[in-house]
């Protein structure tokens, strides 16, 4: 009896497995064939290399990761993109933030409105942004010529190689303010009443509850805001690549690690190469993810 049991027990579950399996089986075949076997196609040809004068590819192992490692231009582009990221990701978030706490308080009215102002730059996409401010930028033509002929100067130039990386990060923070806006505004609003009351109870001000109550309750959103920021920095392509247009001589073809990956893709045929690029650049990308957010676990804990 007991071993029918038993049996009986062992079917429900292998049943209970199979359901599951059933909800999650498109998605893991969606993630295989979408995620899994591009990274594993990537790792393959980072191993080969194309044969000068013989035609065909041949095996190399790791040699296009030791040239990777060694090359000049590769770490000209990986430094810009540290630049970039140590300098605005901590602006963009400042930024998110403050918007995000004058939202939240009570003292600001037709936060409603203020709310999708700031997030309305997200909604308007990467492509459209960057020839909007590509126009404002503009040397000869648009906001920048037109304030240098306003009052007979040439000082006024975003495009120039002094002050392209931030007008790049002035068009990037502008794009993701108010992204990061709503995460933070969105863990603002789970915070529990009761701790406010605690607060009021206790004496405590605007800036001692922001200090005391806010800032601890929005721990997580701004480790998850800070991965997601150096990932998308490091991912930089989209306004460089459509500026490189406006200003040729300044953006090169390897500005960024990812706008060297694609063009010795797809304009220097190198596809192995590119490949290498790729891997070293998201093993790199998801290390210091990695890094930022066991930090913030720990001090969350």
Excluded: C
Excluded at 207 to 234: D, E
Excluded at 239 to 256: C, D, F
């Amino acid at each position: 009896m007991s071993q029918s049991v038993a049996l009986r027990r062992r079917r429900g579950r292998f049943s209970q497995d199979g359901k599951g399996w059933v909800f999650v089986g498109p998605f893991l075949a969606v993630f295989a064939l979408t995620f899994l076997a591009p990274i594993g196609y990537a790792i393959y040809l980072s191993l080969f290399r194309d044969q000068a004068f013989f035609g065909g590819t041949v095996f190399v192992g790791l040699d296009n990761y030791t040239e990777a490692l060694r090359d000049p231009k590769f770490w000209e582009a990986f430094g810009r993109v540290a630049v970039f990221l140590i300098v605005q990701v901590p602006v963009m978030l400042i930024l998110a933030l403050l918007a995000a706490l004058a939202i939240d308080s009570a003292r600001l009215h037709a936060a409603g409105f203020f709310r999708i102002v700031i997030f309305l730059p997200y909604a308007v996409p990467g492509v459209v942004a960057v020839l909007m401010w590509g126009y404002i930028y503009g040397n000869n033509f648009g906001l920048a010529a037109d304030l240098n002929e306003l009052f007979g100067t040439t000082a006024i130039q975003p495009l120039s190689a002094t002050w392209m990386l931030p007008s790049i990060a002035n068009i990037v923070t502008w794009e993701f303010v108010g992204y990061n806006m709503l995460i933070f505004y969105s863990a603002l609003r789970t915070v529990p009443g009761e701790l406010y009351e605690a607060a009021a109870i206790d004496g405590a001000g605007t800036f001692r509850t922001i200090r005391a109550v806010k800032l601890p309750a929005l721990r997580g959103a701004i480790v998850i805001a800070t991965i997601f920021s150096i990932i998308g920095s490091f991912q930089l392509f989209n306004e460089p690549n459509i500026l490189r247009t406006l200003a040729p001589n300044v953006i090169s073809t390897y500005y960024t690690p990812n706008m060297y990956a694609y063009n010795l893709s797809f304009a220097g045929q190198q596809f192995n190469y590119s490949a290498t690029i790729a891997i070293v650049m998201g093993v790199i990308t998801a290390i210091i993810a990695y890094v930022v957010q066991l930090r913030g676990s720990r001090e969350a804990l």
